[in-house]
Antibody, heavy 121, light 110 residues
Framework: EVQLLESGGSLVQPGGSLRLSCAASGFTFSFHAMSWVRQAPGKGLEWVSTIGASGDITYYADSVKGRFTISRDNSKNTLFLQMNSLRAEDTAAYYC??????????????WGQGTLVTVSS | QSVLTQPPSASGTPGQSVTISCSGSSSNIRSNYVYWYQQFPGTAPKLLFGPDSQRPSGVPDRFSGSKSGTSASLAISGLRSEDEADYYCAAWDDSLNVEVFGTGTKVTVL
């Protein structure tokens, strides 16, 4: 059974940093691209970032480019999102999602339950 | 960043059919697969269609998808109360090298 377990969300002040983790199990992690997708309270889904299966290709939404860094440790089946210079508008539930293919342009076929990031003073 | 445009809401009575549109551009919908996701309040999104419109196990065949040019559609036939949820389309954008999501449609069963 595929499982994705996010952690690391919390309350942080504007300008602060946070590192999210997503522990994956139930599939061959190194064969699949992975993504982070967020959802602000009461709003729709917003794609944040995608990393290829081997970790050598990354993509970012303009809203986070230069502030967030996606990475993965295939030896530990874990996905990360380093978030720096956080802003109030980054407040959201952050979902980890598995892609159905090594390429990030394919479906997000499994999602974690999300971790909440709140940016506020 | 560009988004795909969906109607904010759609509704129908039990047994009826509902269709949700998703409008994009040549660099996303025309060029790539379109995926649809279902989300119930307070829960994570769930994939309704995989590559080549493959339906993940557990997704009833009442749900179907189509695409024409720069638009896509999700059809729900035989509407049931448990279909009340938010629905999102998504596609990769080749020009921007980003994934774009639809604005979301809330389906209500009257």
């Amino acid at each position: 059974e595929v499982q994705l377990l996010e952690s690391g969300g919390s309350l942080v002040q504007p300008g602060g940093s946070l590192r999210l983790s997503c522990a994956a199990s139930g599939f061959t992690f190194s064969f699949h691209a992975m993504s982070w997708v967020r959802q602000a309270p009461g709003k729709g889904l917003e794609w944040v970032s995608t990393i290829g299966a081997s970790g050598d290709i990354t993509y970012y939404a303009d809203s986070v480019k230069g502030r967030f860094t996606i990475s993965r440790d295939n030896s530990k089946n874990t996905l990360f999102l380093q978030m720096n210079s956080l802003r109030a508008e980054d407040t959201a539930a952050y979902y980890c999602a598995k892609r159905s293919h090594a390429s990030g342009s394919y479906a997000a076929d499994y999602w974690g339950q999300g971790t909440l990031v709140t940016v506020s003073s | 960043q560009s988004v795909l445009t969906q109607p904010p809401s759609a509704s129908g009575t039990p047994g009826q059919s509902v269709t949700i549109s998703c409008s994009g551009s040549s660099s996303n919908i025309r060029s790539n697969y379109v995926y649809w996701y279902q989300q119930f309040p307070g829960t994570a999104p769930k994939l309704l269609f995989g590559p080549d419109s493959q339906r993940p196990s557990g997704v009833p065949d009442r749900f179907s998808g189509s695409k024409s040019g720069t638009s896509a559609s999700l059809a729900i036939s035989g509407l049931r109360s448990e279909d009340e949820a938010d629905y999102y389309c998504a596609a990769w954008d080749d020009s921007l090298n980003v994934e774009v999501f639809g604005t979301g449609t809330k389906v209500t069963v009257l």
